[in-house]
């Protein structure tokens, strides 16, 4: 007999934990069992304000927990496979917040853990379960837009000197693993090869324009498709103003923009279909540069796909492998720019 609640817990109490405890309080079968941070103090004040049953600053102990069915991992990048791997061998169904890791060996690691142990892996990618996401991704895979041609992605985000300031391992090399495509464009990134299918190869150009980080601020990438679309990614952390990020989509019989963070169709106009869209009212393309303020709906829903498969006992949307294409076109993209030549994508 299925649970009518699952036991959830969270590693990492920054801005990614504040996210899924807002979301697990709105949420009729989850409770909220643990959280995990470093300092007491700062765990138990995180556990008080949003209801987490217990607090732990020991991380064996909170492994240990037997009323935890789920962790959602959010400390950052380049320590998600130090904490899920523990995780997956007590038994654990692992949650990680996107990216799945900074390297290809520490991803695989996570997937060989969990598949090992027996325990789900599930990454979060919630711009998938957008409405506007899946009406374009069900009019590619219909062919209604015919031959798709072009696929671009435009992510021209700001963020203030403090992001990077106030937490050390922003944009450094070893926790954050890259920057503007690994932490933001990853979302764009999945999406495209979600919706029209795997990347063939990259020609990047990134590099550190702004920000006094030792990572990218500002990329641009055009990519091959293995259909034979082409596209481009524009990705950076230091253009004002903030603008909303879109997608675009081209085929032979019709077009369509949308933004999956928002959840908002710009454009959509294709052959024979009476409904046409061209920037809805009251649109407009200045974005906040606040990183606490996005809807965190999608959040919710991607939390609850992974719950409902758990149920079904079928995977969920969003697995360890399916992860992996989005960060092997990222991995390509700085191979690319460091050597300066076109390069390959790797089938994950």
């Known amino acids: 007999m299925s649970k009518t609640k ?5 590693v990492g109490i920054g801005m990614g934990g ?3 405890a807002t979301q697990f309080a709105e949420m009729d079968d989850v409770e909220f069992v643990a959280c995990y941070g470093r300092k007491a103090e700062k765990a138990k004040a995180f556990a008080d304000k949003y209801g987490a049953r217990n607090w732990y600053d020991d991380f064996d102990e909170f492994c240990a927990d037997p009323d935890l069915d789920f962790v959602v991992v959010c400390t950052p990048n380049g320590t998600h496979a130090q904490h899920a791997i523990p995780l997956a061998r ?22 060989d853990a969990c598949r090992e142990h027996d325990v789900s892996l599930s990454i979060i990618y919630q711009m998938r379960f957008g409405e506007a996401a899946r009406k374009v991704k069900d009019a590619v895979a219909s062919g209604l837009f015919g031959e798709i041609l072009q696929v671009d992605a435009y992510d021209k985000a700001f963020r203030e000197v403090s992001y990077y ?27 495209m090869q979600w919706i029209a299918g795997p990347v063939k190869s990259v ?16 990329a641009n990438a055009m990519l091959t498709f293995e259909s034979g679309a082409t596209g481009v990614i524009v990705s950076s952390t230091c253009f004002q103003p903030a603008m909303k990020s879109r997608i675009e989509i081209h085929g032979t019989k019709g077009s369509a923009i949308f933004n999956g963070e928002y959840d908002e169709l710009y454009l959509w106009e294709v052959e024979g279909d009476p409904q046409k869209i061209d920037a809805p009212e009251g649109f407009r393309f200045r974005d906040t540069t606040d990183p606490y303020l996005f809807p965190m709906e999608r959040h919710r829903a991607n939390l609850q796909e992974i719950i409902d498969a758990h149920r079904e006992k079928r995977t969920s949307m969003v697995t360890g492998e399916e992860a992996l294409k989005s960060e092997e076109i990222i991995l390509a993209i ?3 720019s460091d050597k300066g030549h076109i390069v390959e994508v790797r089938n994950p």
């Open 6 to 10: 699952y036991g959830f817990g969270l």
């Open 18 to 20: 504040v996210t899924h």
């Open 90 to 111: 007590a038994g654990k169904n692992v949650i990680v917040e996107k990216p799945l890791e900074i390297t290809r060996d520490k991803a695989h690691s996570i997937i």
């Open 165 to 191: 300031r106030d937490d050390a391992w922003r944009g450094t090399r070893e926790f954050e693993g890259g920057g503007t495509l690994t932490t933001q464009t990853t979302h764009l990134i999945d999406l």
């Open 203 to 218: 020609f990047a150009n990134c590099r550190t324009a702004y920000h006094d980080i030792e990572v990218e601020d500002l």
């Open 334 to 336: 700085y191979e690319s």
